[in-house]
Each structure stands twice: as structure tokens, then as C-alpha cells.
């Protein structure tokens, strides 16, 4: 990625939230000490509504930490208005897929050969995209499987230039934070810039495949006895800081509840299960799954 595209980049982010920012103060501070309160109020859901969706075209567009952004937010009930946190709730399911050239190129260089002699089969349509990585289902070769109890596999492969773009997009959010922290009813609450922080070294963490892989083991030693809870293994020598594989797990998603019905199973017993899981992790072993989304959690 050119120096160019990554200044672009920066550009973009600081532009829409200047904009954002410009359209606040006009209506919520200067159009209200006119006395223009009430009619400020009224259209205050409306333009939200406005910025949100432009927000999430432009995540979707640029990818990177802007869709993580749009995540977390969704999220925070906490200090924003339910009209956002509304309309950023979709951005799990929006990611688009990276162009398969390019992950092919990453794959094959981390794993140092090609994935045709690396796999009996690789998938190039993704098995799932997200922000930081995608995810393709493969099987193993052969002569590979036999030193393994599992040759069905899926493989998360690192976007191309994720840090460089990690890099570019943290400190635009740094500059735009430092606007915020500015601003008293915001200082009131919420720290924006230890928010910001906590959120890259999230991130950073996020990119580190083989801490993941790590804490996978960790995680399945915690429910070694529990025959209810089945963890992915972790493929090793398949395994670099930008390429996880893992044994293929995919089921039902915990979401899909016609499936699950479907295939005589209690919904009832999953919830009962997935909360007793929790409550062990929280309570317990202090150590838990922090993203339980439904492309995390399968019913079998």
C-alpha cells in the first residue's frame, strides 16, 4: 500500500468527523443559544440517523479499525443515543471479503510454500470476513493429516497491510479524540482518550495469531472435562502471527434458531448451557471468550 493511499486515507477520517463535528456545534450549541432549542431537538434524531448511516458506508468502504469502531460503538449503550447504536449493529454481517490473490500471496508467503502444495483443497470464497482477517475452509493434504487427529480445517489469514492501515487509522482517531476531550458534557462521560487507547492495544493484541492460538489452548484446558464444550485445536505448524488454522468446527450458528429446532435439539438446553459456560469463565476461571458473536458460537 502506497504512502499516498495511506495519507488518503487519514484525510478521509479527520474530513467526515470535522464534518460531523461542525454539524454539532451548529445545531446542538449555536442554533440553541438563539434560541432555537426546541427545533434543534426535533431534528436531532434525523440527523443521527444521517451521520450514522454515512459512517458505516464509509467503515464498510475503508474496512480496517473504522469497522471496528463502528462495533464498538454499537455496543455502547452506555453513553450514546439508541439511534446509533442502532444502525451500527449490522456491521458484523457487512464486512466485505478481501481479494483472494491477496490473501493467497499473504498465505503462501507466511507458510513459505504454496497453498496447493501445502492443501488437498482450499477455499476461495470465505468462509467469513471481518475486519482485521477473513477466513477460508481448506482440508489438509494426506500426508500432513496423519500426524493429526483432524484434517478439516478453516485458516484466518491477516488482511494485507492491516498494521500499516491499524497505524494510519488510530492516529487519525487519536487527533479526532483530542477534539472530543475538549468538549465538557463529553469530559463528563467518558475518558475518550483512555477509551482510545485501551481500544489499540485491543487491537494490536487482536493481530498477534499466535497469542490467539495460545489462548485457545488455554481455553480448552478450562473445559477439558466439560464434554459439552467442544474448542478448536490449533494446527502449529500451520500457524505464524498472521495465519491461524484451526480444526473446522463450523456448525449451526447459536443464532439460527429454525436449525437448531430442525435438528431436535432443546433451545432452551443451549441457553442453559452457554450461560452456565459463561458463568464458570467469569466466575471461575477468570479467563473468557470476550467476542461471542454468532459466527463465534455453534450448536452441534
Not at 459512517?55 to 479499525?65: K, T
Not at 449493529?89 to 507458510?111: C, N
Not at 474448542?231 to 480444526?247: C, F, I, K, M
Not at 442453559?272 to 459466527?295: M, N, R, S, W
Request: net charge negative.
Amino acid at each position: 500500500m502506497k504512502d499516498s493511499q495511506l495519507r488518503a486515507r487519514y484525510r478521509k477520517i479527520i474530513t467526515f468527523s470535522a464534518r460531523v463535528a461542525i454539524n454539532f456545534i451548529f445545531w446542538d450549541i449555536f442554533l440553541s443559544r438563539l434560541g432555537f432549542r426546541p427545533f434543534a431537538r426535533r431534528t436531532r434524531t434525523a440527523r443521527l440517523t444521517k451521520f450514522t448511516i454515512q459512517f458505516r458506508a464509509l467503515a464498510i468502504e475503508m474496512g480496517g479499525v473504522m469497522i471496528k469502531v463502528g462495533q464498538f460503538l454499537s455496543s455502547r449503550q452506555d453513553v450514546l443515543p439508541s439511534e446509533i447504536v442502532k444502525e451500527l449493529s449490522g456491521l458484523q454481517d457487512e464486512v466485505p471479503p478481501e481479494d483472494f490473490a491477496a490473501i493467497r500471496a499473504k498465505a503462501e508467503r507466511e507458510l513459505g510454500g504454496s497453498l496447493d502444495e501445502i492443501f488437498e483443497s482450499f477455499d476461495s470464497i470465505p468462509l467469513a470476513a471481518a475486519s482485521l482477517g477473513q477466513v477460508h475452509r481448506a482440508r489438509l493434504r494426506a500426508d500432513i493429516s496423519e500426524s493429526k487427529d483432524f484434517n478439516e480445517i478453516v485458516v484466518k489469514v491477516q488482511r494485507p497491510y492491516i498494521e500499516k492501515i491499524i497505524d494510519v487509522d488510530l492516529s487519525a482517531l487519536r487527533r479526532v479524540g483530542g477534539w472530543l476531550a475538549r468538549y465538557k458534557p463529553v469530559q463528563k462521560r467518558a475518558d475518550v482518550r483512555g477509551l482510545i487507547e485501551e481500544f489499540a492495544t485491543t487491537i494490536y493484541e487482536e493481530i498477534d495469531y499466535l497469542a490467539e492460538g495460545k489462548n485457545i489452548e488455554i481455553f480448552e484446558e478450562y473445559f477439558e472435562d466439560d464434554e459439552r464444550v467442544h474448542v478448536p485445536r490449533v494446527a502449529w505448524d500451520l500457524t505464524t502471527r498472521h495465519v491461524l488454522t484451526l480444526e473446522d468446527v463450523f456448525a449451526i450458528k447459536i443464532k439460527d434458531y429454525e436449525a437448531i429446532t430442525a435438528a431436535g435439539v432443546d433451545r432452551a438446553d443451549v441457553a442453559c448451557v452457554l450461560l452456565d459456560t459463561y458463568l464458570k469463565q467469569i466466575f471461575e476461571d477468570g479467563f473468557f471468550h470476550a467476542d461471542p458473536h454468532p459466527g463465534n458460537l455453534f450448536v452441534t
